[in-house]
């Protein structure tokens, strides 16, 4: 479906180079992937079929969606925090550099970036601490996209790339100081099967920092309201299980880590006017909330993107990632 196109610079026209037969399969599969939810009473069904068919739903996915996101989101594909007055792509990569001091990573280290994208997250902590870091990813195509950014960038002595599924970590135990994960373990179909990796690969002591996707305390399973944004957040995603806040929690210490620190971030606040535009801002399109003239056109764009279930989401339950910081347990 790529071809060559992983090797252009900008998104949209690598969009415009894609084999138009093989995108439309791909999407056909993606969509027919959602049908049995039609009746309300086969989800759980559907659920679990897309649990075990998670990589080939996540791949349908990011094949179709990474340059849309490269395109009318940014490189870091995912949410941040904004300061008063900062730029959108100054608030993605403060949210990384927040990530990565809070584990302590330094320039000693290497660091595992679980389920990188298109990598400028890596690119962002190899240059704000001075390590190394190995990202993981399981699309191809992104995979291609993460390293040409990094060529571009010289940064390719630092940042690597490789392909594989952050379910069967293919490194050997202890391989890593520190290791994060950005947004993309939402995708596991298991939460616990995925930090259990981690922890494997981690060096005793070493840390793991992720912000995951979960669905807040307010999320209740017996009112249909919230199970339908539940689901729309699935689909719209290509998650095949998004999880309560609490299970994550469960899940992080069952594969061994002692918590040291879960936050939901959209909660703090700093000072009166720290988040007055909310995290959700640039994926409601909402211009009024743009901070400077270039996400006054950023804000035009999403606009043009932006899907249904976003403001459900905010209002009822909210898909609010916690920040949660793992130590690997008998470090001593
Ligand atoms: C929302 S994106 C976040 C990407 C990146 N962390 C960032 O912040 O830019 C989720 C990422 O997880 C990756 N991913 C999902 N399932 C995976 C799996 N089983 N193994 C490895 N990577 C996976 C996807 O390919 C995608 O790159």
Known sequence: MHGKSSEERNAFLSLLQKDSKTHGAVTREYVGRWNSDDNVGDIESGRETRKGDYMSLVNNY??????????????SFHFCRFAPGESFLQSLARHEHYLAHKIGIDASMTVLDVGCGVGKPA?????????????????????ERATA??????????VGFVGGDFMKINFPPNS?????????????????????????????GGVFGVYEWVMTDAYDDSNEHHRNIRLGIERGSGIANMVPRKEALE????????????????????????????WYAPLAGDWRGAQTLGDFFWGAADEQCRTGWCWDSV????????????????CC
């Open 149 to 158: 950014h990094a060529v571009r960038e010289k940064l390719e002595g630092r």
């Open 62 to 75: 990011y094949d179709l969606a990474t340059d849309f996101y490269e395109e009318a989101w940014a490189q």
């Open 251 to 278: 899940a992080m210490k069952k594969a061994g880590f002692v918590v040291e620190h879960e936050e939901d971030l959209a909660q703090r606040n700093v000072s009166p006017i720290a988040d007055r535009r909310p």
């Open 123 to 143: 690119r962002q902590i190899a240059t704000f601490t001075g390590c190394k870091v190995v990202g993981l990813n399981n699309n191809e195509y992104q995979v």
């Open 176 to 204: 890593f100081d520190a290791a994060y994960a950005i947004e993309a373990t939402v995708h596991a179909p298991s939460l616990e099967g995925v930090y259990s990796q981690i922890f494997r690969v981690l060096k005793p």
């Open 315 to 330: 209002a009822l339950v909210g898909d609010v990632e916690v920040g949660a910081f793992g130590v690997r347990g008998n």
